[in-house]
């Protein structure tokens, strides 16, 4: 299988799914931690190349329910959520068959500009054994 793994510099994700036999590349604005297929560029210069899953994990920052608070003390942030909902809209409508799209809880202001949200799993570090709490969405 072809996978994609979006908004990621470790490698990590990308090297569990090649020592499973898949075809996967990574792709950050920044280069990779570790050696192996990564292009380091703009997403949307090789989403449609024929993936068959994408993992994303897009940047969360004015997005996530934790954060909104700052929303009515910087107004500032507001385009910057414009642009963040619009680029995880993006990646979620891509043309690929398979698509998981990862993010913290979002706020009702992330969630007007995507058009609701579709999450199907939430998932906490306490479910695989760690103490912390800290639920990504799906």
Known sequence: MR??????YSGTVRDAFVAK???????DLLPTDKAGPHY????FDIIG???DL???HPPCTYLTNSGVTWLHKDPSRWAKL??????FKAL???DIPM???ENPIMHKYAKERIGGTRQTQVVQPWMFGHLEQKATCL
């Open 3 to 8: 996978v994609l793994i979006a908004c990621e």
């Open 21 to 27: 036999g898949h075809d996967a590349m990574s792709c």
């Open 40 to 43: 380091q560029g703009d997403v």
């Open 49 to 51: 190349d024929g993936w």
């Open 54 to 56: 994408m993992i994303a």
């Open 82 to 87: 414009d642009d963040g909902a619009a680029f």
């Open 92 to 94: 979620l409508n891509a």
């Open 99 to 101: 698509i998981a799209v």
